[in-house]
């Protein structure tokens, strides 16, 4: 069969990690400046921070959202909310290309109509990591999550339905975005700690876009 998704262009391969999951090497690359620009305006209004785990941890992962619905975490616990913490405005809308990108990303990976109402934004330094865990606060778990990586790269954990499953381990290069849902979309993941570089667009970090359908 012609591979359609191999024919856009900055789009190398699809590449399946798991059960209703997928790699799409490249697929945000051609519009990789555009999407940083829209973060840079989100940042200024919603800067990035690091939350309070539940537990009491600082996160290591810088973080902000835009979209109707934000994740934030503190000692009260995980959850989504319309509104920054931070300043007590609502979160920044989404913009244009951040929502195609999702939508367009996710139809490829087998998910139509995939509508965010959130996007976290992550942002990584050297040594930031994000430890295991299932993305579950959101209320429609038919929706996929479409997560998007700019800048440095990262290596991608992608385990199982439990915990102790042992997680395969992904490199994520800069414009690649992971797909999963269906029978993965509460697969454990995480990322290991960022080594140090240097990224003709973005310096010394990663950005990481996370989309859901979190309402
Ligand atoms: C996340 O699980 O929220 C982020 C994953 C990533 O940074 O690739
Ligand atoms: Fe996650």
């Not at 994740?71 to 989504?80: E, K, P």
């Not at 909310?81 to 290309?97: C, F, H, N």
């Not at 992550?122 to 038919?142: F, I, K, T, V």
Request: proline content about 6%; overall charge positive; some cysteine.
């Amino acid at each position: 069969m012609r591979d359609l998704l191999s024919e856009l262009p900055g789009v190398r391969a699809s590449e399946p990690i798991g059960d209703g999951a997928v790699v799409l090497r490249g697929y945000a690359s051609a519009r990789a400046g555009e999407l940083l620009r829209a973060v840079d305006r989100i940042r200024e209004v919603a800067p990035f921070r690091h939350l309070t785990t539940p537990g009491g941890h600082v996160m290591s992962v810088a973080m902000t959202n835009c979209g109707s619905l934000g994740w934030v975490s503190d000692r009260r616990g995980y959850r989504y909310q319309r509104t920054d913490p931070l300043t007590g405005e609502s979160w920044p809308s989404m913009p244009a290309v951040l929502r195609s990108t999702a939508t367009e990303a996710a139809e490829a990976a087998g998910y139509a109509g995939f509508v965010s109402d959130a996007c976290l934004i992550n942002h990584y330094e050297p040594g930031a990591r994000l430890s295991l865990h299932q993305d579950r606060n959101e209320r429609d778990m038919s929706a996929p999550i479409v997560s998007v990586s700019l800048g440095l790269p990262a290596v991608f954990l992608f385990g199982g339905l439990r915990r102790n499953d042992r997680p395969k381990r992904i490199r994520l290069d800069h414009g690649d975005i992971v797909v999963w849902g269906g029978a993965t979309r509460l697969a454990f993941h995480g990322v290991e700690p960022l080594d140090e570089g240097d990224h003709p667009l973005t310096g010394r970090c990663r950005i990481n876009l996370t989309f859901r359908k979190a309402g």
